[in-house]
């Protein structure tokens, strides 16, 4: 099945970064945000990728192209340039990297990939935001509702540490744990192909008018997910996800190494 995913926003809210490279190229751990949403997709077997490129998406192209050599053992002859890889640990994925215009809405993104997606169920997300969604389940969930669409629900991380208590004794305290109550759109949508005709232009926003119709025409499904979900939006995100990163325990990295 294919996945699409939105990498062509500026990432305003990360200025400190975006000044000089897309937000998807932001790194985790060394590696940019989208290698870690592409593993674990890829890790429920989810290798074709369709990206829809944008701002800066000259740096996403360059990644990818090079990804094979920056990530092989490289012998290069300098007479002839023939260069051998050579112990590559690159995964089998097909990548597809369409450039979707510089102001094109994320609606209009979507809809400019529908001649790479065809008339397949597809799946769907932004390059900012990992989660341990189980996605056999949330295909399981889509096929068995059989409406147009499916949205993963998140509880946004709260912002500060939580405390219960009882009394004026602190009985729980949780640093930053997910939202007990309220869900959003954690993107991780399935779709089928029907929803590009709810998509008129360039100039159409994904997040407005074509979920609330399909929200109208009862072709929206949730799929709730209580567990891991965090998005980049901020700096502080940032740092966020590289601590839980660097500790080892990162709840996202759902593939192992081999």
Known sequence: MKVAIL????GTRIVEETEIRPKPMVEIGGMPIIWHIMRH?????HDEFVIALGYKGQY????????SSLHSDLHVS?????????NGLA??????LVDTGLE???GGRIKRLAPLIGHETFMLTWGDGVSNVDLDRLLAFHKAHGKLATITAVRPPARYGH???????????????????????GAFFVLEPEIFNYIEDDTTQWEKEPLQNLARDNQLMAYKHDDFWQCMDTLRDKYVLEALWQS????WKTWTEA
């Open 7 to 10: 990498a062509g926003g500026k």
């Open 41 to 45: 997709y890829a890790r429920y077997g």
């Open 60 to 67: 996403i192209k360059d990644y990818i192209l090079k990804y």
């Open 78 to 86: 300098l007479r002839t340039g023939e260069v051998t890889r050579r």
């Open 91 to 96: 995964p089998d994925w097909h990548v597809n």
């Open 104 to 106: 094109t809405q994320t």
């Open 163 to 185: 405390l219960d208590f009882d009394g004026d004794r602190v009985c729980e305290f949780n640093e930053k744990p997910q939202a007990a109550e309220g869900w959003i759109n």
């Open 248 to 251: 080892g325990k990162a709840p």
